[in-house]
């Protein structure tokens, strides 16, 4: 069976220290341990070393505490680490703007982002009471702007009338005029989803932004992406600002490692939580409960 980190911690520590406080050999059998449990949650490489460095330098010389043992001392440090570190406070959308309030959403194909675009859109109509303009901008695949049009009717938010051969752009223009128009609170645009990080794409979507001066840009990322989620929050934060990070599939087996490494390298918060397919399986992001599964 699976041993959690807290009980390997514990046999680790309990037999090396014998001291008042915790040595840095204590401190480095046990992260050997930590690494180990990083990695396995899927935390990028190159975060797992600046994590490890700043447990390293918590733990180093700490008193031995007499009501715990030294193991769930040390499970106590990584876990409020990992707290600091994927950002304290459960942050949520920023609609504190002139309206409407645009949300421009992004993110690799396959992510969830279209799904997530119409969780948000609910979320905003029927627990905020804003009310909502949907746009897809993906020129590319009429498929794509057609089920944006399906989950817009079925979470009843209304979708920016398809007009055929414009351009991204053009159509992000037409639905930032018809939300002034039309008295939206906010509007939502779906960018073209792209298979790896690419340039034309990435240069459409910064034009998007140019154009229309979203107050919020949302990354859309797989949970179960693993050690490309580095690259990938890098890339997009890079060449298009992210303001925070939508974190899908966490519904289903990944332990969390790409929360930590997404929001390691860019600074970004995660903003909301996927759990699933259907449309109100939106979470706000709790860090502790992440720090937990990461833990195992
Ligand atoms: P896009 O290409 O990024 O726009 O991705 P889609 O929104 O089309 O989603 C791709 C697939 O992932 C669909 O079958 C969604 O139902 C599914 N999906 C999206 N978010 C979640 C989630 O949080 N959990 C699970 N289990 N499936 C999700």
């Excluded at 990584?78 to 504190?96: R, T």
């Excluded at 229309?212 to 989620?229: F, I, K, M, S, Y």
Aim: aromatic share 2%; net charge neutral; glycine share 8%.
């Amino acid at each position: 069976m699976f041993e959690g980190l807290s009980d390997k911690l514990s046999h680790i520590l309990n037999a090396l220290t014998r001291r008042g406080a915790l040595t840095e050999e204590d401190v480095n059998a046990a992260l050997r341990e930590v690494r180990r449990a990083l990695l396995e949650a899927d935390v990028a490489l190159e975060v797992v070393r600046s994590f490890t460095d700043k447990v390293r330098a918590r733990a180093v010389g700490a008193e031995v505490i007499k009501s715990v043992s030294p193991g769930q001392q040390v499970v106590k440090i990584v876990h409020d680490q990992l707290v600091e570190m994927l950002g304290a406070e459960a942050e949520v959308i920023d609609l504190n703007a002139a309206p409407p309030v645009g949300i421009l959403m992004v993110g690799l194909q396959g992510s969830g982002k279209t799904t997530t675009t119409a969780k948000i859109a609910k979320r905003l109509t029927d627990r905020d009471r804003r009310k909502v303009l949907l746009a897809s901008l993906d020129t590319r695949r009429p498929a794509a702007m057609e089920q944006l049009a399906v989950l817009g009717r079925q979470v009843g938010v209304d979708t920016l009338p398809i007009v055929a051969g414009q351009s991204a752009v053009q159509i992000a223009r037409r639905a930032m005029e018809a939300a002034r128009l039309g008295g939206y609170d906010v509007v939502m645009l779906d960018t073209a989803g792209r298979v790896t990080v690419d340039e034309g794409l990435m240069m459409e979507a910064a034009e998007v932004k140019a154009a229309t001066n979203p107050h919020e840009v949302l990354l859309v990322a797989d949970a179960l992406t693993g050690q490309d989620a580095v690259n990938t929050a890098r890339a997009f934060d890079e060449r298009l600002g992210v303001t925070g990070i939508v974190l899908t599939r966490m519904d289903g087996d990944a332990r969390g490692g790409a929360a930590l490494s997404m929001r390691a390298v860019t600074g970004k918060p995660i903003k909301l939580v996927g759990t699933g397919e259907k449309v109100d399986a939106l979470e706000e992001f709790h860090p502790s409960r992440v720090a937990n599964r990461i833990l195992g």
